[in-house]
Structure formats: C-alpha cells, structure tokens
C-alpha cells in the first residue's frame, strides 16, 4: 500500500504537466492577439463613433469583452494549475524521505556522542514530557526517535551507508500515476467508473464529432450555409439593378431560420409604418403592393423590414421583441453581402467572365448598410445632374456626422454640390462654413473634420501584361498589375470606417475587378485589405520576384525592385497581381474598379485599351501597340466609341428602372443611356494621370 501512496502521490504531477502542454501556449496566443488589438487603436474618434457601444471602453464593457468562453476557461485552468502547484508544493514537505541525520540535524560524519548529544537537546523541544503538544508528540515518535535507532543500531547504520536505507537494499518498484481511491476500487464500483471512463473518453467525443460534422457540412468555408449560395445562384441576374440587390440578400438560409412568433405581428406592422417611404410601392396601387408585400415569407419580411430600419436609422424604433433579431441580421449582413458578391462574379460564361452590374449594385448595397444611409439617398434629380452634382445623391454627405438632407441644401446654395467640393476646402474654411451656413457647432464642424482626416482617398494604377512578349495574342496568360495606394489625413493607413450606426467591427475591404462595361462582364476580381502590412510585403515581394525572373532580370534589379516594392507597401500601397487568358482577336475597352466596401464616393476607375491580336505559328499579328493603358487609344480607333468610353456614367437610381429591357448580352449597353441603365457604381471617379 505504500507503493500505491507514493505513485497515486504523482497523479497532481501528472495533471499539472498535460495541463501546461496547451495551457502555456494558448496563453501566449491570447497575450498576442491582445497586445495587437490594444496597439491598433484604429477606430474614428469623432463624439458619434466614441458614443457608439462598440467603441465603449467603460469597465462592463471591458468585462463583456474579456468574458468570452475562451477567456473564462483559460482562466479557470490557470486557476487549477495554482492549486495543483500549491497542493504538489505541500504534499513534497510532508512526504519528506526518512533521513536520520538531516532529521537530528547532523552531518553525515557525525560520531555517536554527538548523536547522542542532538537527541538529548531535541527531546527536551520535542518529548511528550517536556512538549503537550500533539504534533510535537507525533514528530517524536514518528521521526526523532526512529532516526536516533535507525544510527544507534550498527546493522541499521550500516544499511544507510551503504545503501541508503537503514533496512538495507530496497527492490526498484513500477507503478502508475493515478489517484488512490482508483486503485481502490473493486467489483461494482470498478464496472462503473470504466463505464464512465469509456462513455466520457470515447463516446462523448463522438457524439461531439458528429453533431459538429453534421452542422459544418450545412456551411462552407466561410460559415454561410449551401442553401443560401443556391438561392443566390437562381436570383442573381445579369441585369439586377441595385435597388433589387436587397431582395436577393434578405433570402440567405439563414435569415429564413430567424424564428417567427405571433408576438411580432404588431411590431412589424408598426415598423412597417416606419420605414415604407424605402420600400418603393407604387401610390397608385399601393393596397396592392402591401398586400403582394406581405405574402412573402414572414422571415423574409422581417428581415428587410429590421434591415430599412437600419439604413434609415431607425434602430431606436425597433420593438424591444424583435432587438435580438435585428442584432442578429446585423451580425450576419457582412459574411453574407461578401458571398453575394462572390456570387455577382461567378463565372457564368465559357469565358469565365461574372456580372459587372449586380457586383456594382452589392457594393452600393454594402456601402448604404455600413454607413446606415437609405439607398433613396443615391438618387440623383435631373436638376442636381445638369448642376455637376454628385452622381451618389446626397449619400457620400449624410455617411459624415450631423448632416442632413437640409444641411446639404444649404451648402449646395454655396455651391459645395459634392463630397469632392467639401474636402477641397482647408480646414478652417470648412469649419467656418459648416458653422456660419450649415449651423454646426464648433464640436460637430470638429467632428466633421476627424472623419475627413479618416476617409480614405484612394488611386488606382493598373496595367496589363505579358511576359517576355511585346504583344497578345489568343490564348496568351495575361497579368493584371495593379497598386491600389490608400491616403489618410492622419496617416493611418489601416483603419476601421467610420460607421457609428452599424453595431460591429468590420475591417475596410476593396475590391478590385477588371471589367468590360460594354459587354457587362467581369473578366477577374480580387479582395483587397489594408490590415496585414506584413502580409501584404510578403506577397508584393514573392509577385515582383517571380515576375522578374521569368523575364531574366539580374539579381541586383530583382533586389531593387523588391525594396521598392516593400518601400510602397509600408507607405500604404497594396500589389495586385492576377492572371486571367487572353480572349479572341479584338481591342477590348477594360475598366478596371476599385470598390470600396464601407465608404461611399471613395471609389476608383481606371481605364485601360487591351488589343489582342490573332493566334499563328510566327507569332501575334498586330499593327500598333497590343497594350494602351489609361485611355490611350489607337489612332484609328472610333472617335465616338472613346467618348462613349470616357464618359462617366451614371448610378441606375437616377432613373426609373426596368430590368427586362437591360440585357447584358446586347452590346447597345455600351451606349451612354444604357451604362447609366446599368447600374454601375456611382461613385467612381476615374484617374487622371497618364501612365
């Protein structure tokens, strides 16, 4: 039994080493990712964003944010791991090896006399006679005097010196680590606990397994269910104007599962109050259209009725019944507006070419939802157009703090008709004309001006190519090159958007996609981020070297180039580099889109004229230049075709929509009626400076 003690005595030992293999390093991990989070400090500091609950630094919220389950186990193990510590560190000083001479506090040399000597003073401490107290008594008995025996006796003394041990050779004894009242266990009580021990270590993690593979096989890699990619696969069409996207996004599977209660008919039907300005029925049939709308899905009307009322910025009006589900919509909008546009630029053509115009409309809808601004906002008047105003409406105004729709009014009477107008402005110019025309206090003209400094200002410069070849021909890999450069007024180049009204982080995310306007098509596409400036250099130095060696560049130039590279990157740039095949024989008027998916007018558009000439065994069959970037266009090229090419165009809230007469496939789309139709983006402003 003693042999059982001292192995069951290392159990503790035992749990505390298994504990530490993961407990230390999912530390660390945590440690890590705080120290990261608390250096960024990246969010608008404008009184809007700092009232906001997301940015709200007082101590519930800083116990709401450490209370997370990882937090709380992590901290509970560390809290068994110290009573693990402690108890091990205890039970070492009571299971102390039996050692006569550091018991009587002796050398190992001591002679028999100066033993004698030390048990005399100790019993006088500790005797029974001279000491009542029990543990003193114990400790006498139990080791004072069998240490004075085990060196008074000579066998005994002699066992010790030689083999450590007053009773001589002991044999090598083989056990396991496990808890006492376990080796104690027979009959019944042993059926049970391997019952348990088979139902806890093996069937329980089964059970586990089974449940998460069933669920996981619901949603792809992006937590968004398989059902929703169908229904937005079927509803997605070529022609889907902006105003339309919101009706694909509300049938996700997942806003469909919202749960529907009796108690919510009386709030949506007040909601329904609230927000039917944005819902666009027709006032002449408008018993009908109320009906028609309320025949839907209950899960689909609740959804879009909770997502007006954000882009209205009626989140106050929201019932207390229905909060957690407008939370809900909320926290899911983001994962799946990324998959509807994913969706938008599915290859839906032997090309592998997507659909530019619904891609424009999701980005449009993205923007509205992250900067709570109704997408009647975007509707540009015809008197507001022939002044030179902004295509986007009123809505690049209204994503700034305290403007209004009668703000904007008053500033256009100044003749500020577009964001552009405003941020030309220095900075006390601004302020003065905010206070004195618009009637902001100094506070809000501050306010103002801290979302300024934090909008990006972003320029676009794109180029395609080949390599080792001057021309394309059919069939050749072509590389799109693209620097997407992000400016700040503070410098920052990675920062979160200022959108006080949306109840979750979300990073800022670009896209890039090289399009053809004319033919309403997506020939590549690509998400762009400004968060990971390492990973970013990474990517931008693996690009510049591959490409320079293929072309047999030295290595002292593929060196330069690389630390240019690095050097643009960390100034707020990001390298774009995807390849797509050359078409068939033709010149192709590309515009490559930098669309932004939080901010509203800070979009880019930069065109580039693409020739490629026909597929024969010497070689390519051009007569000029395959390659014109930037609006250069051959000599003999249609002077019609540029200005059409040129122009800018139009958001389809301009105009009243009609979907069944926009068809992608008819090339009349490249006309300027028809691309306003269209529906691309608004806010594109198209760079100036020639390549």
Request: charged fraction near 25%; include cysteine.
């Amino acid at each position: 039994m003693a042999a059982s003690e001292e192995m069951s005595s290392l159990f503790p030992i035992f749990i505390l080493s298994v504990l530490g293999l993961f407990v230390i390093p999912w530390t660390i991990y945590q440690l890590t990712k705080a120290v990261q989070r608390h250096t960024k400090s990246m969010h608008c500091r404008c009184s809007l964003c700092l009232r906001s609950p997301k940015y709200q630094t007082s101590l519930l919220k800083r116990i709401g944010k450490f209370s997370t389950c990882s937090n709380v186990t992590l901290v509970l193990l560390w809290i068994v791991m110290s009573f693990l510590v402690y108890y091990i560190k205890t039970m070492t000083r009571e299971i102390q090896p039996f050692e006569p001479f550091s018991i009587l506090g002796l050398d190992a040399s001591a002679s028999e006399t100066e033993i004698k000597k030390a048990y005399r003073k100790l019993s006088i401490l500790y005797h029974p006679d001279k000491n009542p107290d029990p543990e003193a008594n114990k400790y006498f008995v139990d080791y004072i005097s069998k240490a004075y025996q085990a060196l008074t006796d000579p066998v005994a003394r002699e066992n010790f010196a030689k083999w450590g041990h007053p009773d001589g050779r002991q044999g090598m004894q083989m056990g396991i680590a496990l808890p006492l009242f376990l080796l104690d266990m027979h009959g019944a009580a042993a059926g049970i606990l391997l019952l348990g021990l088979v139902g806890f270590g093996i069937l329980l993690p089964l059970m586990v397994a089974v449940v998460y593979l069933s669920r996981s096989s619901k949603y792809t890699g992006n937590y968004v269910m398989h059902q929703t990619l169908s229904s937005y696969y079927y509803f997605m069409k070529p022609s889907l104007a902006p105003s339309k996207v919101m009706d694909v996004l509300i049938r996700a599977a997942e806003f469909i599962e919202i749960p529907i209660r009796r108690s919510d008919n009386e709030p949506l039907q007040k909601l329904f109050i609230t927000v039917r300005s944005e819902l666009n029925l027709d006032p002449k049939n408008l018993k009908q259209e109320q009906t028609k709308f309320w025949k839907q899905h209950p899960a689909v009307i609740k959804t879009e009725l909770l997502l007006l009322a954000h882009l209205t910025r009626q989140s106050a009006a929201v019932p207390d019944g229905l909060k957690a589900d407008f939370a809900h919509v909320l926290r899911l909008t983001p994962r799946l507006l990324e998959e509807l546009m994913k969706m938008a630029m599915f290859a839906r053509n032997a090309e592998g070419h997507g659909w530019l115009r619904p891609a424009l409309g999701v980005m449009e809808l993205s923007q509205s939802i992250f900067q709570a601004v109704p997408l009647s906002a975007r509707k540009v008047s015809e008197r507001a157009a022939a002044s030179g105003g902004s295509l986007d409406g009123v809505a690049p105004f209204l994503q700034l703090p305290h403007f209004t729709d009668a703000v904007v009014k008053k500033l256009g009477r100044k003749k500020i008709r577009s964001l552009q107008d405003l941020k030309e402005l220095n900075p006390k110019e601004r302020a003065e004309l905010l206070i004195t025309v618009g009637g902001f206090s100094e506070q809000e003209a501050v306010d103002v001006e801290l979302v300024l400094n934090i909008m990006p200002a972003i320029s676009l410069e794109a180029v395609c190519e080949t390599e080792g070849e001057e021309g394309v021909q059919e069939g050749d890999i072509v590389t799109l090159r693209a620097w997407i450069t992000l400016k700040r007024g503070n410098n920052l180049v990675s920062a979160h958007p200022h959108a006080p009204y949306f109840p979750y982080l979300k990073d800022e995310t670009c896209w890039l996609l090289l399009a053809d306007i004319g033919l309403n098509s997506v020939w590549v596409s690509q998400k762009v981020t400004f968060i990971d400036e390492g990973a970013a250099i990474s990517q931008a130095s693996k690009a510049i070297h591959e490409s320079l060696e293929g072309t047999g560049a030295s290595d002292s130039e593929i060196n330069i180039a690389v630390k240019e590279a690095i050097a643009r990157v960390k100034a707020g740039s990001r390298l774009v580099m995807v390849k797509f095949q050359a078409p068939s024989e033709g010149t192709y008027n590309l515009t490559a889109f930098c669309l932004s998916d939080t901010w509203i007018g800070c979009d880019k558009k930069f065109n580039i004229k693409f020739k490629v000439g026909k597929k024969t065994r010497t070689g390519v069959i051009v007569e000029e230049s395959a390659l014109i970037e930037n609006g250069q266009h051959d000599e003999d090229a249609n002077e019609d075709e540029d200005e059409d090419y040129d122009e800018e165009y139009e958001s389809e809230y301009s105009e009243d929509e009609d979907d069944e007469d926009s068809k992608a496939s008819k090339k009349s789309i490249a006309e300027p009626k028809d691309v306003s139709d269209g529906g691309t983006s608004s806010g594109i402003d198209s760079d100036d400076n020639d390549k």
